[in-house]
């Protein structure tokens, strides 16, 4: 067995025995899940029943689905959101040995690019934790793209349904239906809740949760309001429609009058980088001296240090909320 091959299973045992020993269960969400347990027993109202037996299910459920490791792991029920609202059925468990097979690739591919071993081991430990976390954050990304740009579509469809006599929880059916993509599938999932015995408005709350987007919010408070104090819903859905397509426009001309901003961004930032990268294939002896003088250390230290708060001015700069 050669050497590299070596080191990179001890640097995956080192990891291994990290998350064993610091990524151990939350005892303060422990006592949550106890006390809501309790309350469950005592709850008074058949829909706090249905609620209790529901998340009593999915608990008994997922702890078989799961391994003991995935629940050492920290922060866990973020990650399972972020899961949640790529789509996909990912499952915690492959998403660690997603991460674990990315350090493998890249600590190795370095050691054979005869980088040294301590930042082999840095970079790898870097991709292994931002790279998955990029890949689920780019799934979503794209996921609520596309929800946002059908959902007024959907709402033009709830206002044509609720016209023609429809209630409303027929026209989240027939939206399920129609429309297909992220659009059709969060509504199907809110049509399956309404069906299991919550209420309308914690459907739609579970749906905001996962989607997060000012446009559902908006959606949900409208379908709150009226319920609560009445009105005609189809013309207040139609003024919302219109609305979040007025929004939609503003976002792309925003977009295309900050493109050049943008573009000269990532050309400034990633400059550097490419440039240490040509120049370290190509002679990797004149760039030793970072990885073992203190004082190149220090320099690219704050080199790099400078660079990221120039990189966060700029993305500040560029960034807009509508």
């Known amino acids: 067995m050669t050497l590299p091959t070596l080191i990179i299973a001890a640097c995956f045992l080192v990891f291994v025995a990290f998350v064993l020993l610091l990524g151990g269960p939350s005892v303060g969400k422990a006592k949550l899940r106890r006390l809501a347990t309790v309350k469950d027993r005592h709850a008074a109202s058949t829909e706090a029943v249905v609620a209790a037996q529901m998340r009593k299910t999915i608990q008994s459920g997922g702890g078989r689905a799961e391994s003991g490791l995935t629940s050492l792991m920290p922060r866990r029920e973020e990650l399972e959101k972020r899961l949640r609202q790529t789509g996909k059925d990912w499952t915690i468990t492959q998403y660690m040995f997603a991460s674990m097979a990315v350090f493998v690739v890249v600590t190795g591919a370095l050691l054979v690019l005869r980088t040294p071993f301590l930042l082999s081991s840095l970079l790898g430990l870097a991709a292994m934790v931002g790279l998955p976390w990029f890949v689920v954050g780019r799934l979503i990304k794209k996921r609520v793209t596309k929800f946002n740009a059908r959902f007024p579509d959907a709402i033009d469809l709830l206002v044509r349904g609720l016209k023609s006599g429809l209630p409303v929880t027929e026209t989240f059916q027939v939206v399920s239906q129609e429309l297909p993509g992220p659009v059709g599938e969060e509504f199907k999932g809110i ?114 240090i400078w660079m990221s708060l120039g990189a966060f001015i700029m993305s500040r700069m560029i960034s807009f909320e509508i």
């Not at 949900?220 to 309001?225: L, P, Q």
């Not at 003024?239 to 976002?251: E, P």
């Not at 900050?258 to 990532?266: C, P, V």
């Open 191 to 304: 049509v399956e809740r309404i069906r299991i015995g919550n209420t309308m408005e914690a459907a739609l709350l579970e749906t905001a949760e996962t989607i997060g987007t000012p446009e559902i919010k908006f959606f949900c408070i409208t379908i709150a309001i009226q319920r609560e104090t009445g009105g005609n819903l189809a013309e207040t859905l139609a003024n919302l429609s219109d609305v979040l397509r007025k929004r939609a426009q503003m976002k792309l001309k925003i977009k295309a009058m900050s493109s050049e901003a943008k573009a000269s961004a990532y050309i400034v930032g990633s400059l550097p980088f490419f440039v240490f990268t040509i120049v370290w294939m190509m002679n990797p002896e004149y760039l030793a001296g970072f990885f073992h003088e203190e004082r190149l250390m220090i320099a690219g230290g704050g080199g790099l």
